[in-house]
């Protein structure tokens, strides 16, 4: 699975080395940067694809730090954006696959399988999550249809995010906006070689900082009731370098929240006609969460 998800996400960093992005990047001035689409960019009824929306994360006039300048991305002709979308869900849903539940013989072909099963899974999802849109859209209900299952990261997000944050790490974020709920999914740092000190970026806060912004620009955007970011941190990272960050849950105005019950899961009829469902699970993350 593995090999299948790097060879979708080098394709999107071959989308993303445009001379706009790389000028943006290279510019010392901004901390961070955000790549973000709705999934009713997916619709065919749409006569033209919507490009993604580019904002960059950097020093006000004010004095403050603030996301800004929401514009399209200049895409080449040649790339097509749909696949690019695709790519990018399936590299974000991937995040949440359990390895060990792939069989170990034959495991480049189960990998395959699995990689397939689950891009099945979300096209399908993906049909009700739009007729899901659309009604609300329609209907004007998503002005104050705050989800009760926006918490739960199996569902589809209604846009998709890449974060480049290198007050954090020089690796791609995933991310995912399902009804007021951010869902941002936080790379390993025990393995990167661009952090010299893996320790200090969680005891430095400038990163936390630059989400939860983003977060409430979000919250800006769509007039929820509430909104809430929730990070998924890998359990290995946080044990080793991560654990200041829990000690100071409380002065960031942060929580723990429980993983899910996958007994409760794996007893569900849901799974008789779903065969990727019981390879998913959050476990392997330690997932904090923070309202905006």
């Known amino acids: 699975m593995y090999e299948v998800i790097q060879k979708r996400k080098t394709k999107i960093i071959n989308v993303l080395q445009s001379p706009e992005l790389m000028r943006l990047i290279e510019d010392p001035s901004n901390l961070g940067i955000s790549l973000h689409f709705p999934v009713s960019s997916l619709l065919k009824s749409n006569k033209c694809t919507p490009m993604p929306k580019l904002s960059t994360y950097s020093l006000a006039s004010g004095g403050f730090k603030d996301w800004c300048a929401d514009i399209p991305l200049d895409v080449p002709p040649e790339i097509d954006i749909i ?93 995912k906006l399902n009804e007021n709920y951010f869902h941002v999914v936080l790379p390993s740092l025990l393995n990167s070689r661009n952090v010299h000190d893996n320790h200090s970026t969680y ?9 939860l912004e983003l977060t409430s620009n979000l919250n800006q955007n769509f007039k929820f009731e509430y909104m809430k970011l929730r990070l998924y941190i890998l359990r290995d ?56």
Not at 95 to 120: C, E, H, M, R, T
Not at 203 to 211: E, R, S, V
């Open 83 to 175: 696949d690019f979308y695709w790519d990018v869900i399936l590299c974000m849903e991937s995040q949440f696959i359990l390895d060990y539940n792939v069989p170990s013989k034959n495991k480049g072909n189960n990998q395959k399988s699995v990689a397939k099963l689950l891009k099945n899974k979300l096209v399908n999802d993906m049909k009700t999550t739009l007729k899901r849109l659309i009604y609300n859209e329609n209907t004007k209900q998503y002005k104050n249809n705050n989800s009760h299952d926006g918490y739960n990261w199996r569902k589809l997000g209604s846009q998709y995010f890449i974060l480049y944050l290198p007050l954090f790490t020089q690796e791609l974020i995933w991310c």
């Open 203 to 211: 005891i430095n806060k400038d990163w936390l900082l630059a989400l």
């Open 237 to 292: 990272d946080l044990i080793n370098n991560g654990l200041d960050l829990l000690k100071n849950l409380n002065w960031v105005g942060g929580k723990l929240i429980k993983n899910e019950d996958r007994e409760v899961l794996l007893n569900s009829t849901d799974l008789a006609t779903d065969s990727i469902s019981h390879l998913l699970g959050d476990e392997n993350f330690v997932i904090l969460e923070f309202e905006c």
